[in-house]
């Protein structure tokens, strides 16, 4: 198992850019694959990006991915999850995952406690 601890969320405007961390102890974090997951008010946990072991691959799973970038860096144990051009409907609770066999959700065996992010226009 893995421990997740998300970072880097709060109150942004509309148009800016926010970077969120997710460190993990415990495991072996090179042989996980990543998630981010968010859910907005009143809303399901959705998938916003994945990313592999290696970190060559990618998936993103909303609309206007463009603004979305995920990253690792296994010499930190940390996922990043980078949001440009941030919306309204960005707001949400971000969760970060882990999962030692892939990166659907039934895979995901590890989640943080989630890092707020509140976008004001």
């Known amino acids: 198992q893995v421990q997740l601890v998300e970072s880097g969320g709060g109150l942004v405007q509309a148009g800016g850019s926010l970077r969120l961390s997710c460190a993990a102890s415990g495991g072996t974090f090179s042989e996980y694959a990543m998630a981010w997951y968010r859910q907005g008010p009143g809303k399901e946990r959705e998938p916003v990006a994945t990313i592999s072991w290696s970190g060559h691959a990618t998936d993103y799973r909303v609309s206007e991915s463009g603004r979305f970038t995920i990253s690792r860096d296994n010499d930190k144990n940390t996922v990043y999850l980078q949001i440009d051009n941030l919306k309204p409907e960005d707001t949400a609770l971000y969760y970060c995952?882990?999962?030692?066999?892939?990166?659907?959700?039934?895979?995901?065996?590890?989640w943080g406690q989630g890092t707020l992010v509140n976008v004001t226009s």
């Open positions: 995952a882990a999962g030692s066999t892939g990166w659907d959700l039934h895979e995901l065996e590890n």
